[in-house]
């Protein structure tokens, strides 16, 4: 199935463009999974079987921060693999954040794996050009591009002016959208994406203009400080483009409990229903 109809239909089937990301760090999960499992990679892959279970009513997609569980070596990488079939099975859309960035044989070594995970997209920098993108794109895969990012130490490069007037984020907008216009799904939505921070919608609606196309994966809602306001901003009034932007929440809903919260499943469920219900009040 064509990335961008998968993700339209499976916003459809939850009625919100919801996105948990799926970010598990040791430390923090609740004390009786860490008890139960004093083995690491075994209390992560409790910690998020749990998390997409309580996820699967309000979640359009899930997105898995490839780092966190690379650092594992091949223990993390099989537990990921096993969590995204998991969730990939329970009608979720499946997205690898492994921001890949390299070209020729690398690239398509990149996208095998990525594809042999059971990701159905990947987000990537395309500093290097089209051949860093493109072989994702032939494996059949969405790509998510970064163009305007959510931390704050981005506006140095990509509010950075070019010699033609546009900013570096705007040239990689523009890049975005003449690659994309050669990838449409049959529902009028591209396979190939831009990552646009939701604490950067000053400049979404310009962002916008230039990729019409686009589904926009949004970070940086919760959390890092994107608020309700900066979706509805970026939405300007047009509900159109609500199927056209896919908002990521990870730490605002995955560790929505205390510490010593047995009954941790229901805090997470309870965030991501919340999470879910303050989309659809937009």
């Known amino acids: ?16 463009p919801t996105c948990i990301g799926l970010d598990p760090v ?23 079987h749990g998390v997409i279970q309580a996820s699967i009513p309000h979640a359009a997609a899930i997105k898995f921060q490839s780092a966190c569980f690379e650092r594992y070596g091949g223990p993390g990488l099989t537990i990921m693999r096993e969590l995204i079939n998991e ?13 890949r960035g390299d ?3 690398s690239a398509d070594h990149y996208a ?16 290097l050009g089209p051949s860093t993108i493109e072989p994702y794109l032939k494996a059949g895969l969405g790509v998510f591009i ?26 990689f907008a523009d890049y975005t959208a003449a690659l994309g216009d050669k990838n449409m799904g049959t529902m009028g ?10 604490t950067k919608a000053e400049d979404s609606l310009n962002l916008r203009k230039r990729m019409p196309h686009q589904p926009f994966l949004i970070p940086g809602y919760g959390a890092q400080g994107g608020t309700a306001q900066d979706i509805k901003a970026m939405l300007a009034g047009n509900s159109i483009t609500s199927g056209h932007m896919l908002v990521t929440a990870s730490r605002s809903v995955i560790y929505a ?24 009040d937009i």
């Not at 970064?146 to 040239?171: H, Y």
């Not at 409990?257 to 991501?272: L, T």
Request: aromatic share 6%.
């Open 1 to 16: 199935m064509h990335f961008s109809d998968r993700l339209l239909t499976s916003i459809c089937r939850v009625n919100a």
């Open 146 to 171: 970064l163009v305007r990012t959510s931390n704050p130490d981005s506006d140095g490069i990509q509010s950075t002016k070019l010699a033609d007037g546009r900013t570096v984020a705007e040239m």
């Open 112 to 127: 095998a794996a990525t594809v042999a995970l059971g990701a159905h997209a990947i987000t990537a920098n395309a500093y």
């Open 26 to 48: 040791l430390e923090k999960l609740p004390a009786s999974v860490r008890a139960e499992h004093w083995e690491p990679v075994a209390a992560i892959r409790a910690f998020c």
């Open 87 to 99: 969730a990939a099975l329970s009608g979720l859309t499946i997205l690898l954040d492994a921001k």
């Open 189 to 198: 939505l591209s396979n190939v994406g831009a990552v646009v921070g939701a």
């Open 103 to 105: 070209i020729g044989i």
């Open 257 to 280: 409990f205390k510490p010593d919260d047995n009954n941790w499943q229901s805090s997470v469920g309870a965030a991501a229903k919340q999470f879910a219900q303050e989309l659809r």
